[in-house]
């Protein structure tokens, strides 16, 4: 296993200072690390992505300093099995990050291969790659996002029973959704319509909003937990258009271990907490809210499925491997991730478990806990490159363990 120093993401919506685990789990590998109080550390990249290359840690000083792509292309047997290099080359076809949000992501959706191939042709400023992003977020800890479509009849009771936001949608374009017989089409034409409002009806309607939910007090548990989201986000994003999303989009409060699917063209948005995410190797986003960046409304309500579901439905179950290891497979072939959780109980310098050997390179890194690998030792921010087809052994274990481990499927 090839110790990793991963990039840092000091994005403006990060976690300051220590508060972020970013922050805390490189400070713990390179205690020299400086962490200013008042800097957000948002992401920590894992892989071969070119906006934030990994480096190889090593006493060899052939590969101390190189990048992990310079590793792979000398050693392309290590990225897996022919199968694997022949469909993805000398790279890994994932990137692998330590989320940690303080402030609301944009809305956004990641386009399929085919949009993201024509929209990297025509506007390749605003989207660097070819290449579609469906990803996994597993929450480390409490963690907010919203997600996907809410299911018709909860859209149908927001403009029956919010008034401000009937009001920006318009009498006529509520009832063409209510009586649509095409249930995604009517939502889509309820979309663009509310995208398209003008600006002045939309800053109008979100202050009304605010002075009255800024009054207005409830005992019901789940009113308040949107009264709250809206007013936080409006405290964030005042007089963006995307903090009407709480009335389309589910809203999904996850507690660790939980994780939720983003396949290509659907919305979300991270709202706050610490998360692993995993995706197809790809950094292009299509934003229409919650952001001072780049909004491209046109091409995201072109390219969104208009598929409903409960928030329920959007937690991502995963297979259970065997008493310690949980596996996350989705639907796309790029990446799996597997969760390696250790208790208490099993705390002891002759615990032994075997990390199974994968048909591609995979990356691992340690949330917590502290225990030897192959006579590495493993402590929280560890990050290794693990070479196709090489089982390991973890023993020695100090404390209870959690790791996460990424590679990609060989169909």
């Known amino acids: 296993m090839y110790p990793l120093r991963c990039c840092v993401k000091k994005y403006e919506w990060g976690r300051k200072g220590m508060d972020s685990a970013v922050a805390r789990m490189v400070k713990n590998q390179i205690p020299e690390y400086v962490v200013d109080d008042d800097s957000p550390h948002a992401e920590l990249w894992m892989g071969t992505h070119p906006s934030g290359p990994t480096m190889i840690v090593s006493s060899d000083p052939e590969l101390d300093g190189k990048t992990l792509l310079n590793l792979l292309q000398t050693y392309p047997e290590y990225v897996g099995t022919v199968n694997i290099v022949n469909k993805y080359g000398d790279n890994l076809p994932f990137l692998f990050k330590v989320l940690s949000v303080g402030t609301a992501l944009s809305i956004q959706a ?3 291969k085919k949009l993201a191939e024509e929209l990297h042709r025509t506007d390749p400023f ?126 999904l409060k996850l ?8 396949g290509q063209d659907e919305p979300h948005a991270y709202i706050v907490g610490d ?51 949980k596996s996350f497979v989705v639907p796309v072939p790029e990446f799996v991730v597997d969760e390696i959780r250790v208790d208490e109980s099993h705390v002891s310098l002759a615990f032994e478990y075997t990390v199974t050997k994968k048909e ?42 959690l790791i996460y481990r990424a590679y990609c499927r060989t169909d």
């Open 255 to 262: 507690k660790p271990g939980e994780a939720i699917y983003l």
């Open 110 to 112: 990641h386009p399929n």
């Open 360 to 401: 591609s390179g995979s990356i691992l890194i340690v949330i917590r806990g502290e225990a030897s690998c192959n006579g590495t030792q493993l402590t929280p921010g560890y990050v290794g490159f693990i070479p196709a087809v090489t089982a390991l052994t973890i023993n020695q274990l100090k404390s209870p363990l």
């Open 126 to 251: 605003h989207y660097p790659d070819a290449n579609h992003k469906p990803e996994m977020a597993i929450t480390l800890t409490d963690f907010e996002a919203m997600c996907g479509f809410r299911p018709h009849a909860e859209i149908e009771a927001f403009l029956d029973n919010v008034p401000e936001f009937r009001a920006v949608i318009g009498n006529e374009a509520t009832t063409n959704y209510k009586n649509a017989s095409d249930k995604k089409q009517g939502l889509k034409q309820l979309f663009v319509t509310l995208m398209s409002a003008p600006e002045t009806v939309v800053i109008q309607n979100l202050e009304a909003l605010v002075q009255r939910w800024s009054r207005e007090e409830t005992i019901d548990p789940d009113k308040e937990a949107l009264r709250q989201l809206f007013l936080k986000l409006y405290s964030q994003f005042p007089n963006d258009i995307g903090c009407f999303a709480i009335f389309y989009l589910n809203y």
């Open 275 to 325: 998360c692993m995410e995993c995706m197809a190797c790809s950094d292009n986003v299509v934003r229409a809210g919650l952001t001072p960046k780049f909004k491209d409304v046109k091409t995201l309500s072109n390219m969104l499925t208009y598929i409903s579901k409960s928030a329920k439905e959007q937690i991502f179950e995963p297979k259970i491997v065997d008493e310690f290891t």
